[in-house]
């Protein structure tokens, strides 16, 4: 039986996408958090090309973990668990992480922990706030997805609703490309947002009545439609208020909702994850709707919202103490249900 430690060492690699990032912890506190991107490569072609960004994590991902257990302190035999993100995620990027991981855990003989790559945007905000705890209620806006949660113990959790369709982030890296901006779209679709102001009319976006479920395409569809027919029509419009408005279309709804699912269920923290948490916007609405309803806000830092080797060691931590471990058998998974 191993001895299993209430605070292990634990070093987190990602490589979902286009980020190499690795991470170590002790318990709940971060000691390093090192990051190898390869976004600006990426923003040449318009968005991720799949083989780059597999070619940029074997390049990088010794590095970034050298560089992790060095800023940490930290020699590996030190080392008590390896967390790794296995999926969802692009299938040859994975690899890349995955079996560096294997390789780290097998030749030190501890324990190979296995992330689900939502479940670590969600674990980001432990570290953030050492006190919380389950339950809390969850707005997760990625790339690749967007939900409410309802997290009720470290490992246990419900989707009560999302998106039918983009998620959060695809929609804004689509608007702007629409917008003339370049990869990864949302950071610059905030900046040209501050400029403008949110008078274009945009169309409702949820799906069924009192639900959790909303869709995003109808939304993407009228912007696009917006901007042709102005355009054909040779009449004048505006980027940035097209960019404010569809912003507030975006993510009024989202932080709506994630209230709606506290107050529900009578959980009385909130948190959220994800690359679309790292918005200036959207971080001031989930503080002002969480202050008027007078429920608990934990927001990860911007760096802990798009995806970092953080999150994946943090949830590797909830996983550990849960005696969850992989066998070194484990295979990437490019798709993962949320529910
Ligand atoms: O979580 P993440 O880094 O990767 C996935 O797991 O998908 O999220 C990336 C997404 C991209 O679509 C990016 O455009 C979006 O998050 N994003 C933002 C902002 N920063 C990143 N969206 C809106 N506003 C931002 N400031
Ligand atoms: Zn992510």
Request: glycine share 10%; charged share 20%; net charge negative.
């Amino acid at each position: 039986m191993r001895n299993v430690k209430e605070n292990p060492i634990i070093l987190g690699i990602e490589s979902s996408c286009d980020e190499t990032a690795a991470a170590v912890i002790r318990g709940r506190v971060l000691l390093s958090d090192e990051i190898i991107s390869s976004a600006p490569v990426q923003a040449k072609y318009g968005g991720v090309v799949p083989e780059i960004a597999s070619r940029a994590h074997t390049d990088a991902v010794d590095e970034v973990v050298t560089r992790a257990l060095h800023s940490a302190g930290i020699r590996k035999e030190e080392l008590d668990a390896v967390a790794v993100t296995y999926g969802a995620g692009l299938l040859g990027a994975l690899l890349v992480g995955l079996s560096f991981a294997k390789g780290f855990a097998y030749g030190l003989n501890i324990p190979l922990i296995g992330v689900n790559h939502i479940r670590g945007h969600l674990a980001a905000a432990y570290l953030e706030d050492e006190t919380l705890e389950p339950p809390f209620m969850t707005l997760l806006a990625s790339g690749g997805h967007t939900a409410i949660i309802h997290t009720k113990s470290y490992t246990d959790f419900e989707v009560l609703g999302g998106t039918l369709d983009d998620a959060a982030g695809e929609a804004f890296d689509k608007i702007a490309r629409v917008l003339s901006l370049p990869y990864p779209g949302g950071p610059h679709v905030e900046a040209l947002a501050r400029e403008g102001r949110p008078v274009v009319p945009m169309p409702k976006m949820l799906k069924g009545l009192g639900g959790y479920d909303f869709s995003y395409s109808g939304l993407k569809t009228h912007v696009i439609n917006y901007v042709h027919n102005s355009e054909q029509r040779g009449e004048a419009w505006s980027r940035a208020d097209v960019a404010a408005s569809f912003q507030s279309a975006a993510l009024d709804i989202l932080v709506q909702k994630v209230v709606e699912g506290a107050r529900e269920r009578g959980v009385s923290t909130v948190t959220a994850g994800g690359g679309v948490v790292a918005n200036g916007y959207l971080r001031e609405r989930l503080q002002a709707a969480c202050n008027a309803a007078g429920l608990r806000l934990v927001l990860p830092a911007k760096k802990h919202c798009t995806d970092n080797g953080a999150m994946i060691a943090a949830e590797g931590l909830m996983q550990y103490r849960a005696g969850n471990f992989a066998p070194l058998t484990l295979n990437a998974a490019a798709s993962i249900p949320l529910r």
